[in-house]
């Protein structure tokens, strides 16, 4: 009986796995230079407009999630990152898609971000985080995203 039980567990367990997996990825990308992290304000849609978020978005089909990460830094900031890992929990958003964030560093440490898509970017240090009116699922990364910009 206690089996039986667990066998079940397991199968609900791997059914939530699977549903989770099968979801649309949107990529957020902390990228860290001289110990801050930066940030974009939305320009649209209007719910959002003024909030902000990291850099990102959806993956698109054939792409890895670092490609992704690429492509969306080059359109949203003209810069060329390369990604370095990941931080934080992935984040699940309203529409049913999920937030997952990588790390990445400025190929060309001396480009500045540009805010082609946004209203702004700007470069946030550790102890300005809390501060933002960020979006929801961003807000969520925050205490992460802190210890990633205090770390040695
Ligand atoms: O930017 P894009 O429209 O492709 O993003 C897809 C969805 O992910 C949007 O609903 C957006 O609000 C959300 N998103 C987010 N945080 C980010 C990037 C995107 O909540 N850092």
């Not at 206690?2 to 989770?20: F, K, T």
């Not at 850099?55 to 792409?63: L, S, T």
Request: proline residues 6%.
């Amino acid at each position: 009986f206690v089996l039986r039980v667990l066998a079940a567990r397991i199968a609900a367990v791997r059914r939530l796995a699977e549903c989770w997996e099968g979801r649309q990825v949107v990529v957020g990308t902390a990228i860290v230079h001289n110990g801050r992290l930066l940030a974009q304000q939305r320009r649209y849609p209007a719910k959002d407009a003024g909030r902000w978020e990291l850099p990102g978005g959806r993956v698109e089909p054939g792409e890895t999630e670092q490609d992704a990460v690429a492509r969306e830094c080059k359109e949203e900031l003209d810069v060329e990152v390369r990604p370095t890992g990941r931080v934080g929990t992935d984040v699940p958003l309203d529409n049913g898609m999920l937030l997952r964030t990588h790390t990445a560093e400025l190929l060309d440490g001396e480009a500045e971000p540009k805010a082609v898509e946004h209203h702004d970017v700007r470069w946030v240090a550790a102890d300005e985080l809390s501060d933002l009116d960020w979006l929801p699922a961003d807000r969520v990364l925050v205490p992460a995203l802190r210890e990633l910009l205090s770390a040695p």
